[in-house]
């Protein structure tokens, strides 16, 4: 396996839904070398289960078995985020921070937690704001350009519309450390089945792509290759 | 350049609509050592310019120039495309013969010669049927599974919707060889500039990928990728 | 659990395809006392594994399972359906004798085998051809007008887009059955895991349903209610 | 008529909104004994015709002829809803006060009054925050799950996108009260004929679906059924 | 009331369509001194009312009312149109043979008379096909490019999708000898409400449209204006 | 050339955004004798490059050009512009003051800068507003209706999607003075080829629409016409 020192910043809107959301396509990551940031926007304040303290150390230990720094930004709190320019600028600010090649977060799809969709509004304007000279608040900060922006889906509502292709990444090799790594949120596993949700879904990804099991992120951007014989496999299994 | 032996199977409903559609990319995957074969339903027989003789001799000048095989399959002739049974095992049986990588065909939006939308559909049932074991019209010719089918559009028209993603291509270094590809189509080129209308979208997608010139095609299956290190660029430009 | 003598009528492209993709919701309706019919459009000729003769074995052996009648209608067989008025109203005949309440058939998302997608406009064409009274060749069998159009994703690539909403089905009562019911289709279960597919996504659909199994069904057309009161629970879990 | 004593909170974002959407739904369940509370956002106040207090006074003639309790909501006032945390803390509080079973609320469709599409979306944030245990401003209300959340649509405009399914609702038996219950708007009749929009609606839906005349409400998640047997009628008319 | 002597060609699938799906918007025209050519391609066999003697007899008196040229042209008949490029072939000729500024044919919905849908294809396609110049079978007649290619919804399930806009046409002033045109279809009246369906429709498209009456045509291309004062009105009402 | 004096009122959110998304549009309409207003919501304070105080002054430059009134809105400054009651009214509040017969503004696709997007919405909300007789801000100007709402596509990326028609001007005749126009912004072609990307474009539009240059106009409104003779040209080139 080669090593490929990528930058990654995830960010998510609760502590544990980058792990449920994209965990197995972050371990792979990991274990190639990239460099990953997580910056988590609440500690799940409004949660049914779990302190905000047990959901900051429940977050702390999955970020260090993702060998990720971790960051918490202050926004108001669990179910308190907003689409404001403050906040956009916050995340353009920790953009500009980590430099990261490939910024992720979570996809816009209204039927989730509210926090989810505004999360993923703010990082589309968050990139956007972080490569633009001008920008008095961030002027310490050199601009950025990330080049790509990819979403991950919390749950099947979360997902977009099948006319929005997703690029599907094989995760069977770090299957089980991310069923781990969905484990350090043990708060949340007491009355609901999160795990077999995202287990399900990514075993029935991984049957439809001709591997074990997959996750899937959906860019927001076309692709762009040199060659025909640059292309990716395909999906084209059932 | 590194050498990709690739084998591409590329169709047309008209003698001009591949080096339109996507000759910059066929000529990119030619540089590189691919096969390719061309597959033209017609030899545009109802068009207002050119006789089939005609037609037939400059995409084979065209062919040349790829240095790609070319084949005309009887199909009822220019406007007459149908889909049926009979026109998917056609194409299937081609794609069984020349074991493709990758098939090429037109896309199916509404907004274009009827042809098109027809070929697009046979495309698509060919791709399934070329790869089950028990048809007996076939029974010749071992199945076979492609890796990729991607679509061309031939006019603006004929672009899918913008949901839709597609995988851009950069053609820079093949654009001059590009427009004298088309100019083997000296027979349509008499009444309607469509060297003119090709440059101006492959530039238009070009300055908004970064690079010079750019031709999309549209991918019809999710694709599959173990790592986010292998990803290719996106067009995050303007 | 009351009586409900339902009449429905299925109708599937090949072999397989009823009991895969809404099998557990038959034998839902079979154990409440509903008369299903089957029809099936070829004896899976096409396919790589097992015999015509097989094929038909093994859907008559489903068939007994769920205490259906079973046609077998000729179409050309399989990879040979075509959307023809002679198509169309072959299934309307089949619809007048049977006279039905429910007709079942599969969606027409192009992402699958072709049969599936032909078969979905015959139905919904036949559905129409049913019910109008001067119709030559149906002269013999009175006009007949269904209750219920609604149609069964075969595959995940068969399943409509998110926008269109879809009823679901607990079938946990019936998931032993249902599992056995697929069985009896030995020869398709030799190269593709179709049951693991099949129980994924049931397993999917319930844990988002608050059941344990789910299996969806697309309506084609708006349902019509008396009073909020009669509304069916909806899928609100994650 | 077996009664039928479900809890329904309905929101409007001005006095006149939730009679001319969904008026003739709401008679038929306060007809059978449904419990109805409505929540207004606004006293109508940028409204052409008819002063705050006029509208007020309208809409409680119209809440008693619905038997229904009334609320006015503090949010800034007619055309100064914005999308924020504390709005839809405000409505998810109404949800925890009065325990619906069924929440409904406005569209989101961009094409009518931008209070709509705003009220719209805090509902939707509104019914998550309900149910989640921590939410600090909510402790005083134990967390309540609604069992549906359904749209009306006050203009043509307002109506989703056709792919987005309905529940139709036959109001005939109650047509004559709802036209009562909207001219209890007098000061909105003045200048636009908005009785005769919504008769005109609720006729051609009727004539569609086979009864006298239907008002549409549009649900925001798929419908769970025990088996075919419980399936509504469905629209199949014309 | 200036003179426009247009040219225009209307298809309908049946004797009644044309009049119930667009009826006051070619009665303006024909007031107007346009010219009007009608095209039907069956004789309505397969209704349940009505035989097709007198269902030709109907179609010719309303004709006769819009002072319109009506043609009947064999494709089957009723319940039996198919997409071919014969019955493309046959409509191009008509194009061909009538030279009309403006094509008016049904839309392309699924959700209608199959016999619509198919009749929509064959319009977009003889509209290509009669202007290229090299077709055989239509050699004798000299190409022709049509202006505009209208289509009209013969039911509300045959309106294209709100993302679709459309053309309102106001017809008021022509409402009453509208509804003389549909009374030609006796036959039709007897069992099913379509006056009242169509006028239905067309109030409550007056209604949002700011006059009495309008019927909505859908075009399938974008128009081109040389400047903005010649922007026709827009639809702001409600 | 005959004079049509319309009240035009365009915004932009940076300076340069209204004369690259339909300056063409726009110096046509000057040319007639319309009355332009232009209204811009920020000095471009975040641009890597120019100062604000050059990007006003190259913006008052293209006003002047233009022949049109030119005024800065106050809304916090480039990349903070945000979707709130305030900002909506202070739009509504420069609708009232000029009295335009069309608004114009940019799309709200979210593939482009975020400001662009927020301020398509204030547009949508403003237009509804300012003709809304009881807004207490507003009651110093009587309410004023808007005959259209126009949207423009600053990139390829900002345009709707296909399914959404546009209106394609035919701006040839203005094509150098739109070049000089745009060439006002020079601080802003110092790093990325703008003009080549809006010629390109102009070009492309032009190419398919039978005219040199075109651009294009999104409504947000169906048309409303009094006969088919007044139907503007349709595109139907390619």
């Known amino acids: ?21 994209c965990g197995g396509v972050l371990l792979a990551a990991a274990a190639r070398g990239s460099e ?66 490939i910024l992720v977060g979570p996809t816009g799809m209204p039927d989730q937690h509210p926090d989810h969709v505004v999360l993923s509004e703010l990082c589309r304007k968050a990139a956007r704001l972080a490569r633009y000279g001008g920008l008095a608040e961030l002027r310490d900060l050199p601009p950025h350009a990330i080049k790509h922006h990819l979403e991950y889906a919390i749950t099947p509502g979360a997902e977009p519309s099948r006319d929005h292709s997703s690029i599907r990444f094989d995760i069977s090799a770090h299957f089980a450390p991310w069923v781990e790594l969905m484990e350090c949120h043990q708060t949340q596993l007491r009355t609901r089945r999160y795990i077999e949700l995202q287990t399900a879904r990514a075993r029935l990804l991984g049957l439809t792509s001709g591997v074990e099991y997959a996750q899937a992120l959906y860019p927001t951007s076309d692709l762009v290759i040199d060659d025909l014989a640059d292309l990716p496999a395909s999906a084209r299994f059932f």
């Open 1 to 21: 396996m080669p090593e490929s020192k990528l930058r990654l910043l995830a960010l998510g809107a609760h502590p544990d839904d980058i792990e449920f959301g």
């Open 36 to 101: 990953i940031s997580l910056c988590l926007c609440s500690r799940g304040e409004a949660g049914s289960n779990g302190t905000p303290n047990e959901r900051e150390a429940e977050a702390r230990r999955a970020a260090k078995r993702l060998q990720a720094r971790i960051e918490f930004l202050e926004m108001g709190g669990d179910s308190h985020l907003e689409i404001s320019a403050v906040n956009s600028i916050t995340i353009a600010q920790q953009i500009r921070a980590r430099r990261p090649d």
